[in-house]
């Protein structure tokens, strides 16, 4: 996760949660404030944070900070075991199937890397090559979403034959009230900060109860 002061409020509760969830299934949770490239938005700064890492690693996975997993989601490598490719994304909400270029509705709110040689690689395109940001800039939308939409569209670095692509539904979805076919994290995408707020606590208030009797130690996270 990164976040800077601007959206600390619910991405602290967000946080807390995915301790909860990370601790239960022993994975480490790092969370980063710090700025790598402050010449881009802060959108950019999960290629860095996910470059700076993911060689200590086999797979690493990426959460916004507008999301958390639900505590009682099943382990996240289930989802890596069965589909074994460099990357899993997820598609927005209404892209059940591709579509027509710069349409194939990718969130990359969430998204699961793999330790190699080629995702590295195609973290240092996706994250700094000038061409890609500068479309990102014209397009004045989704900022690194767009630059990775691009790369799809123009197919860079063979990116569709080493990924996977998940439904809507299965890794992340937008409504908390929506629990019938429950993902294993909701994400805010696309709401107001005092929505994110009211939903972050929501839940975290739903959950914290039954942690606070159980757990007997500290949380744990690696803060950079």
């Known amino acids: 996760m990164f ?4 959206i600390k409020e619910f991405s602290d509760i967000n946080r807390s949660i995915n301790a909860i969830y990370c601790e239960k299934h022993n994975i480490d949770l790092i969370v980063s404030n710090k700025i790598k490239n ?3 938005k802060p959108h950019w700064e999960r290629i860095y944070l996910i470059l700076e890492h993911l060689s ?3 797979y690493m996975v990426w959460i916004d900070s507008d999301a958390f997993f639900y505590e009682n989601s099943k382990h996240i490598m289930e989802i890596i075991k069965e589909h074994d490719t460099p990357f899993i994304f997820s598609r927005d909400r209404g ?3 591709p579509k027509p270029p710069l349409n194939i509705g990718i969130n990359s709110g969430v998204f699961i ?3 190699s040689q080629y995702c590295i690689d195609f973290l240092k395109k ?6 890609i940001h500068n479309y990102a800039l014209e ?3 989704w900022h690194d979403q767009e630059g990775l939409l691009y790369m799809f569209e123009h197919n860079i670095m063979d990116i569709k034959d080493n990924s996977t692509i998940l439904d809507y539904g299965v890794l992340q979805h937008f409504n908390i009230d929506d629990l019938e076919n429950k993902p294993y994290i909701f994400h805010a995408a696309g709401k107001n900060n005092d929505i994110r707020i009211q939903m972050s606590q929501f839940y975290f ?3 914290k109860q039954k942690y606070s009797t159980s757990h007997k130690g500290p949380y744990k996270m690696i803060l950079f």
Not at 3 to 6: E, G, Q
Not at 126 to 131: A, L, Q, S, T, V
């Open 3 to 6: 976040y800077d002061d601007k």
């Open 38 to 40: 402050p010449h881009r």
């Open 56 to 58: 200590k690693y086999d």
């Open 95 to 97: 892209s059940s199937c």
């Open 113 to 115: 890397v793999k330790n």
């Open 126 to 131: 996706w994250g700094y090559d000038e061409d």
């Open 139 to 141: 397009m004045k939308r």
């Open 205 to 207: 208030k739903k959950i």
